[in-house]
């Protein structure tokens, strides 16, 4: 309820105030990963460093890995428009480790598995430009 009514307001175009609307939820559930998760998603378009915050924060709250993959994924995404590449690939490396004990796959794993290509991509550049400067 609380995730859809924040996501009617971002569709209307209100983001302060589902940004108000989100601070109250994170404030009265600070110790839910859900609710930081959606401050992220809420100031992710505005403020991409603070998305990346929340998101962190959200990891830092009790909940299962079988529950968090998503957040993990957006951290991942996050942490890739900042280039820390080693961060999100940890991060995805738990999502996928997740989804092979569940025995699962789906749109999650195969975003994982996209994710996983990217930071695999900028890695190997990465390399490429250092053995270029040793040439």
Known sequence: MKLDKAKGLMGLGRHDDALAFGMAVTKAKANDYWAWELLGDIVALTDPA????????ALCCPADDKFTGKVRLKLAESMIETHDFSAAKLEVETVLRQKEREGTTDSRSRRADCLAAVVCVHACQRLQCRLLEHM
């Open 50 to 57: 603070a998305a990346l915050g929340c998101y962190c924060k």
